[in-house]
């Protein structure tokens, strides 16, 4: 039995394929989560290319994949996503903030039509489901995981995921915004006690004051919600496109010295928590 979490892209807003970002790497957000036999994906940016792939050679062909939100950033690999396009294979979506707006099936199929995409969905021969739900409920995906949902603070609107297996937990926690003072009690409800959170950290507290409205967090807001809440370590995830693996250096040696507990995600990175 194993938990492992690993991390496909850590970008935030766009990709950044260039040297200055070989370090921590330019892929936007995209993690997968292994859960014994089960294969849990956290969104949809461009690294599910390469995770696809790596589906593809271990032979894993069915997968929930859960979005935290359909903006750009966070969908824009699943055209590329090699194991949709083989009808051998079969693919729970999840959304929880568009039930009221058409459902995640209209979204996702938008991006892919012309004169956006050459390709339409149609080509996808994998089996896909498509599932709308609420921020905030319980998702009942199998008898070996529980996962709770709840809704963050983001432009037309954003969930996080605490996914519990084997007496572990992480929590996927992107995009959200904090406000200055108050701690965001719906996500220190999600997080209390969980062995893994990974959190919008993609400002410092320096420049959030300038981003205000943006819908992102900090990493000292994450490390300070994480303190509160008894997590064991927290992941620095969703990495301003303008910080570059020498900005990102100095944030990893800051928050080391704040707490012991943090520390920054990389593309390929990954974490056994079982």
Same mark, same amino acid.
């Given at each position: 039995? !194993?938990?492992?979490?690993?991390?496909?892209?850590?970008?935030?807003?766009?990709?950044?394929?260039?040297?200055?970002?070989?370090?921590?790497?330019?892929?936007?957000?995209?993690?997968?989560?292994?859960?014994?036999?089960?294969?849990?994906?956290?969104?949809?940016?461009?690294?599910?290319?390469?995770?696809?792939?790596?589906?593809?050679?271990?032979?894993?062909?069915?997968?929930?994949?859960?979005?935290?939100?359909?903006?750009?950033?966070?969908?824009?690999?699943? &055209?590329?996503?090699?194991?949709?396009?083989?009808?051998?294979? !079969?693919?729970?979506?999840?959304?929880?903030?568009?039930?009221?707006?058409?459902?995640?099936?209209?979204?996702?199929?938008?991006?892919?039509?012309?004169?956006?995409?050459?390709? &339409?969905?149609?080509?996808?021969?994998?089996?896909?489901?498509?599932?709308?739900?609420?921020?905030?409920?319980?998702?009942?995906?199998?008898?070996?995981?529980?996962?709770?949902? !709840?809704?963050?603070?983001?432009?037309?609107?954003?969930?996080?995921?605490?996914?519990?297996?084997?007496?572990?937990?992480?929590?996927?926690?992107?995009?959200?915004?904090?406000?200055?003072?108050? &701690?965001?009690?719906?996500?220190?409800?999600?997080?209390?006690?969980?062995?893994?959170?990974?959190?919008?950290?993609?400002?410092?507290?320096?420049?959030?004051?300038?981003?205000?409205?943006?819908?992102?967090?900090?990493?000292?807001?994450?490390?300070?919600?994480?303190? =509160?809440?008894?997590?064991?370590?927290? =992941?620095?995830?969703?990495?301003?496109?303008?910080?570059?693996?020498?900005?990102?250096?100095?944030?990893?040696?800051?928050?080391?010295?704040?707490?012991?507990? =943090?520390?920054? =995600?990389?593309?390929?990175?990954?974490?056994?928590?079982?």
């Amino acid at each position: 039995m !194993a938990f492992a979490v690993k991390f496909w892209g850590v970008r935030g807003s766009i990709a950044t394929p260039s040297p200055e970002y070989m370090d921590f790497g330019g892929n936007t957000s995209c993690v997968e989560v292994i859960a014994g036999d089960e294969v849990y994906i956290f969104d949809c940016g461009s690294g599910i290319r390469n995770l696809g792939k790596a589906l593809l050679e271990r032979e894993v062909k069915t997968a929930n994949i859960l979005l935290s939100h359909t903006h750009w950033d966070h969908i824009n690999g699943f &055209p590329f996503f090699l194991p949709a396009y083989l009808d051998t294979h !079969a693919f729970h979506l999840w959304a929880g903030h568009l039930i009221d707006d058409g459902g995640v099936e209209k979204v996702m199929s938008g991006q892919m039509m012309q004169p956006m995409f050459p390709v &339409p969905m149609e080509a996808m021969r994998s089996n896909i489901m498509f599932h709308d739900f609420r921020a905030g409920e319980k998702l009942n995906l199998s008898k070996k995981t529980k996962i709770k949902t !709840a809704l963050l603070n983001h432009p037309n609107g954003a969930t996080a995921y605490r996914l519990e297996f084997g007496g572990k937990s992480m929590c996927y926690v992107t995009d959200t915004e904090h406000v200055v003072g108050k &701690p965001d009690q719906t996500i220190l409800k999600l997080i209390e006690g969980a062995d893994l959170v990974i959190y919008d950290c993609t400002y410092t507290d320096d420049e959030f004051e300038k981003k205000m409205g943006w819908g992102h967090s900090s990493w000292q807001e994450g490390v300070r919600l994480c303190q =509160a809440a008894n997590v064991k370590s927290l =992941a620095i995830f969703h990495h301003d496109p303008e910080h570059e693996d020498i900005f990102m250096r100095k944030v990893e040696k800051q928050a080391r010295s704040t707490w012991d507990g =943090a520390f920054v =995600a990389r593309d390929n990175m990954m974490i056994k928590l079982l």
